[in-house]
């Protein structure tokens, strides 16, 4: 399979979102921008009207790395499996990306240590995945590791390499409140508190034209005993 073959098939969200997070890396490493015009500041963004930091801090990384790799590979396989995965409810995948968004600009500001976010941004949907297809198998440097358990093999390589895991675990966080809010909590106690927004329903199917599905019609998408290469 060629390379043009392999970007069409993208899905749309994952496509753009790789793409933003390529151009602006590129830009800091070679220079070209000062990443931080780019970090979240909450001062400027809101005092100084610089809206932007708000998305460009989940979109760029320091320099160029093997670890910048693993995490563009990380960022197609999670993400992208993530919008499969609500392939026919993009309103609720639509709600899924604003719910952690939002959840971690609260977190930032709580802690005032968030300044660039896109590896716990990355990680909530790899946490977020690897709850969905468990049994998925992620192949990472010729090791295939149950999709269940990589969440915390990923911790230990990311302590490894050197940096802060505070990041991950933020991120798994984020990943983890998800996941109970959406599917946990309606099968175990019967209600939900993370209903996606009518309005959504109604612009999506105005988009798509045609009438929303019930909310339970979330589609998991086979994967066999094949899971996705990282390394």
Same mark, same amino acid.
């Given at each position: 399979?060629?390379? #043009?073959?392999?970007?069409?098939?993208?899905?749309?969200?994952?496509?753009?979102?790789?793409?933003?997070?390529?151009?602006?890396?590129? $830009?800091?490493?070679?220079? $070209?921008? *000062?990443?931080?015009?780019? +970090?979240? /500041?909450?001062?400027?963004?809101? $005092?100084?009207?610089?809206?932007?930091?708000?998305?460009?801090?989940?979109?760029?990384?320091? !320099?160029?790395?093997?670890?910048?790799?693993?995490?563009?590979?990380?960022?197609?396989?999670?993400?992208?499996?993530? !919008?499969?995965?609500?392939?026919?409810? @993009?309103? *609720?995948?639509?709600? @899924?990306?604003?719910?952690?968004?939002?959840?971690?600009?609260?977190?930032?500001?709580? $802690?005032?240590?968030?300044? *660039? @976010? @896109?590896?716990?941004?990355?990680?909530?949907?790899?946490?977020?995945?690897?709850?969905?297809?468990? +049994?998925?198998?992620? +192949?990472?440097?010729?090791?295939?590791?149950?999709?269940?358990?990589?969440?915390?093999?990923? =911790?230990?390589?990311?302590?490894?390499?050197?940096?802060?895991?505070?990041?991950?675990?933020?991120?798994? %966080?984020?990943?983890?409140?998800?996941?109970?809010?959406?599917?946990?909590?309606? #099968? %175990?106690?019967?209600?939900?508190?993370?209903?996606?927004?009518?309005?959504?329903?109604?612009? =999506?199917?105005?988009? !798509?034209?045609?009438?929303?599905?019930?909310?339970?019609?979330?589609?998991?998408?086979?994967?066999? /005993?094949?899971?996705? =290469?990282?390394?």
């Amino acid at each position: 399979m060629d390379i #043009e073959t392999v970007y069409r098939n993208v899905p749309s969200f994952t496509k753009f979102y790789l793409a933003t997070f390529i151009i602006n890396t590129c $830009l800091i490493s070679f220079e $070209l921008v *000062d990443f931080t015009n780019l +970090e979240l /500041d909450f001062e400027k963004a809101i $005092l100084g009207l610089q809206f932007w930091r708000f998305f460009t801090c989940f979109a760029f990384y320091n !320099e160029f790395s093997i670890l910048f790799v693993v995490i563009i590979v990380l960022t197609h396989v999670c993400l992208s499996t993530i !919008e499969h995965y609500f392939r026919r409810r @993009m309103q *609720d995948f639509i709600f @899924m990306i604003v719910f952690v968004w939002g959840s971690h600009i609260l977190l930032g500001f709580l $802690l005032d240590t968030h300044q *660039d @976010m @896109m590896a716990e941004f990355v990680c909530s949907f790899m946490y977020i995945y690897c709850r969905r297809e468990r +049994e998925d198998r992620v +192949e990472i440097f010729r090791i295939a590791i149950k999709a269940r358990f990589f969440p915390w093999v990923w =911790v230990v390589l990311w302590k490894i390499s050197g940096y802060q895991i505070i990041k991950i675990l933020a991120g798994y %966080t984020i990943g983890h409140l998800y996941d109970y809010l959406k599917f946990i909590m309606p #099968e %175990t106690l019967g209600y939900s508190l993370l209903e996606t927004p009518s309005f959504l329903n109604w612009l =999506v199917s105005k988009m !798509e034209k045609r009438q929303p599905q019930q909310a339970n019609e979330v589609d998991l998408v086979d994967h066999g /005993d094949a899971g996705p =290469v990282i390394g």
